[in-house]
């Protein structure tokens, strides 16, 4: 198996060859020609010196065994355009790839034809049928010893075709030069032919009219056609095919009908059917009197170019799949982090709003902030992802610049509080208008940026300001400014900051975490809103960052929903259905929206929802994406078809940009991002659904719950949850019941069918609820049940935890029961 560096090396020595057979025939200028190819190879070997010199027999010179210099670089000052080599020079070079020749050699002083140049080696490289290339390397050139035989071996198809292809400009010329001459009469072109038949590129000659005169032995070779099986008939009656493509037939059919000179590349086939592709040139032929009389068309087969450009759309189209196989990596990994640290979110959210210790405030604080982080991780890798591969889009909408940065003040004035600094702004109050942009990303630019104030800074101060550059009248540009008095950044280090996944020195991360992509993202995010992120920083004195952005001013009224004008009044009574299928995040969303005073049904996964739907009137839907049996877009898709009216909202984790826009696709409203702040999702539910409300009091009778410290369970947790509503109390209680005696059910039945990774996803189940009642010595074996349930195979542990916990839960159900007389 290739390793994935021989296949870029692969690819690598693929397309500079294709880069240097590009060069070939661009010109058929003989001098030009020479000119693109040689300094294309020059510049891909960092060679010093290159010349190509042809033998003068082609050239129609006196002494034809010499080679006359046709094209230098650089041009040396040099007498000497023209040189003999010596019949053993001329063996080495028969049938080889090329010959080295170092300095101090009777070769070296040979073939130095040109001044100043004493040391050093010479690379002389055959040019078939035509005569060579010559190469030097100086003795300080690092790359001198980089190139090699097998370098011009590799090349030697595309050397071959540089050859034909000067062939063709020597013909070319020769033909045109003749052709404006002398051509008179039907013989002159036959003497032309003569000279044709010595190239390996296929000439044809037709009457004014297209149908084809005359055809040389290169033509035959490529086609396999003879003059006697064309003759008479156009080359695309006789070459074109069924893969030929229509656009460029059309285009040579209109060239000819408008007598232009034109060069093309097209699909032919031989005689035998075989398909190769040529280089088609095409110059018309005027008499002395200007008339019309023939075509003469140059073919110049390029099937081996054609193979290299498939190849390297071939590698292309690997990395891009690559590519894709990367970001449905991230989009797994995003779903998988997202679904629990939503539950863990929204938990610490509805225990903080419980009767809590100072110690237990404190530990919910702490699991808080390291889930945030967490969740600032995951944001941060999926931004770097979407600029990675280019699609990172912008908002154009309406905002405030002034109201931006307060928010950006007033989310970090405890942190920096804590530390005993300043946070500040300073605000040009030209700037105080609306404007049109992205402001999501620009807070994530400033608030990245102020964060890292505060985290390198211990002391002094942090000031956010923004500048007015300049005024439009419908435009602004600013100058945003965040300063610090902290640590500093080394000069060595300046640019390193900016480097993906990189931090100033490998302490930073240890001290203070990070991804070290902030920076990174923010520089990228920056650039693509038209800016330049640009810092100073001197160590131990601090760190300034700057930045300019011009923003439209905005024509439209700013539109804004304000926190305190949020109400969740308009939602009481509202029935909404909630079809996700993980236990946690069930109960979370549950007690939120009965809090608001929703009327909340669940379904378990897309095909159940399809059915509550249809069975029952809801005002709005929240809808999973990924749900065994049917995920949320095959259900929205199916609800959808019935009601177009409904409001869906997607609950989902997976936040790259393909699948955002395939909610509006299947025809969801919106969409809210796992894990979910609660006012986010109060807000969207305000927003879709109706304002009609339908009042009623919620009531709870505080219940007292009897003592526990003997008991099997306790009910502490769900006190809280509920906040002393004992009806609710007792009805979660009731619901484990009936979980708990199905479940035991299910394990005798899964045992006595040998069924083991059931009942590893039974213990998964469960594994919540049995957490949520504190039965403390399930904890440990549940966990354990379930890990061995993912063997699929009975080990001697399995039925003793099975009866340990059928018994325990039998034994919590009595106490239950008990507890509700």
């Not at 990228?524 to 760190?543: A, P, T």
């Amino acid at each position: 198996m290739i390793n994935l560096g021989t296949k870029i090396d692969v690819a690598h020595e693929i397309s500079l060859l294709y880069e240097l057979s590009l060069s070939i025939g661009n010109s058929l200028d003989l001098r030009d020609n020479c000119a693109n190819f040689l300094n294309v190879w020059m510049r891909q070997k960092n060679i010093d010196f290159g010349s190509i010199w042809i033998k003068n027999e082609h050239l129609n010179k006196p002494n034809p065994d010499n080679h006359t210099l046709i094209y230098a670089n650089p041009e040396f000052s040099t007498n000497l355009r023209e040189i003999t080599l010596n019949h053993y020079l001329m063996s080495l070079l028969d049938g080889t790839g090329g010959v080295l020749v170092k300095s101090g050699t009777p070769l070296f002083h040979e073939i130095n034809t040109e001044q100043n140049i004493h040391e050093g080696i010479y690379w002389i490289i055959p040019l078939p049928q035509l005569g060579f290339i010559k190469f030097y390397f100086s003795q300080n050139n690092a790359s001198k010893n980089a190139f090699t035989e097998g370098d011009s071996k590799k090349a030697a198809k595309v050397i071959k075709k540089f050859a034909i292809s000067l062939q063709s400009s020597l013909l070319h010329n020769r033909v045109i030069e003749e052709t404006k001459q002398k051509i008179r009469y039907q013989e002159e072109l036959k003497k032309l032919a003569v000279v044709a038949e010595k190239t390996d590129n296929a000439i044809v000659i037709t009457d004014a009219q297209g149908k084809i005169e005359w055809v040389n032995q290169g033509f035959s070779r490529i086609t396999g056609y003879f003059l006697n099986e064309v003759k008479g008939k156009t080359p695309g009656e006789v070459l074109q095919g069924q893969e030929t493509n229509i656009e460029t037939r059309k285009y040579i059919s209109e060239q000819i009908k408008l007598r232009n000179s034109f060069r093309t590349e097209i699909l032919n086939y031989s005689k035998t059917g075989e398909k190769y592709w040529v280089e088609l040139s095409i110059q018309p032929i005027y008499d002395n009197e200007g008339i019309l009389t023939n075509f003469i068309a140059i073919e110049s087969d390029i099937t081996d170019r054609k193979n290299y450009e498939a190849r390297l759309q071939e590698a292309k189209e690997k990395a891009e799949e690559a590519s894709r196989v990367k970001q449905e990596f991230l989009a797994v990994v995003s779903h998988e982090i997202r679904t629990p640290l939503n539950a863990i979110l929204g938990m610490m959210n509805l225990i903080q709003k419980t009767h809590l210790t100072q110690l237990q405030t404190d530990y919910i604080s702490t699991v808080q902030i390291s889930a945030e982080n967490l969740q600032g991780i995951i944001n941060s890798i999926l931004d770097f992802s979407k600029i990675e591969t280019g699609k990172m889009t912008l908002q154009k909408i309406p905002f405030n610049l002034k109201k931006t940065l307060q928010n950006i003040i007033s989310s970090n004035e405890f942190k920096a509080e804590q530390k005993g600094i300043g946070l500040f702004l300073k605000f040009d109050e030209k700037l105080n208008t609306t404007v049109t942009g992205d402001s999501i990303r620009l807070s994530q630019v400033l608030l990245n940026l102020v964060s890292n104030a505060i985290k390198f800074t211990e002391i002094g101060r942090i000031t956010i300001e923004a500048r007015l550059v300049t005024k439009m009248n419908n435009a602004l540009v600013v100058e945003f400014v965040i300063s610090d008095t902290g640590k500093g950044i080394a000069p060595e280090n300046l640019k390193l900051i900016f480097e993906s996944f990189t931090q100033e020195d490998s302490s930073i991360s240890r001290k203070y975490g990070g991804t070290g992509l902030g920076l990174s993202i923010s520089k990228q995010l920056i650039e693509i809103m038209g800016g330049d992120l640009r810092v100073k920083s001197e160590l131990g004195k601090g760190s300034t960052f700057t930045f300019v952005i011009g923003f439209p001013i905005s024509q439209e009224p700013l539109d804004e929903i304000k926190q305190s004008h949020l109400s969740s009044n308009s939602l009481i009574g509202k029935k909404i259905l909630l079809v996700e299928d993980n236990a946690m995040n069930q109960f979370f969303a549950q007690k939120l929206l009965e809090g608001w005073g929703m009327k909340v049904e669940i379904a378990h996964n897309g095909r159940e929802g399809v059915e509550k739907f249809r069975s029952k009137y809801y005002d709005c839907i929240l809808m999973d994406i990924q749900m065994p049996e049917m995920d949320g877009f095959q259900a929205t898709k199916l609800i959808r078809a019935e009601s177009p009216k409904i409001p869906i909202i997607a609950l989902t984790a997976l936040m790259i940009e393909e699948e955002i826009d395939h909610f509006t696709r299947v025809g969801m409203n919106d969409y809210i991002g796992k894990p979910f702040v609660a006012d986010e999702l109060l807000a969207k539910l305000v927003k879709h659904i109706s304002n009609t409300t339908i009042n009623y009091t919620l009531t709870s009778t505080p219940k007292v719950i009897a003592d526990v410290s003997e008991m099997l369970y306790s009910n502490s947790n769900l006190e809280q949850l509920m906040k002393g509503d004992s009806a609710q109390i007792k009805q979660m209680e009731l619901l484990f019941m009936k979980q708990s005696e199905e479940a035991i059910e299910q394990f005798i039945d899964f045992t006595a069918k040998c069924n083991w990774k059931q009942i590893g996803l039974l213990a998964h189940k469960i594994k919540a609820s049995i957490d949520m009642l504190q039965i403390t010595s399930l904890k440990q074996p549940i966990r354990q049940l379930e890990i061995l349930g993912k063997s699929d195979k009975e080990l001697p542990e399995t039925k003793k935890l099975i009866s340990l916990v059928t018994e325990t839960l039998q034994k919590v159900c009595e106490e239950i029961k008990s507890s509700h007389q």
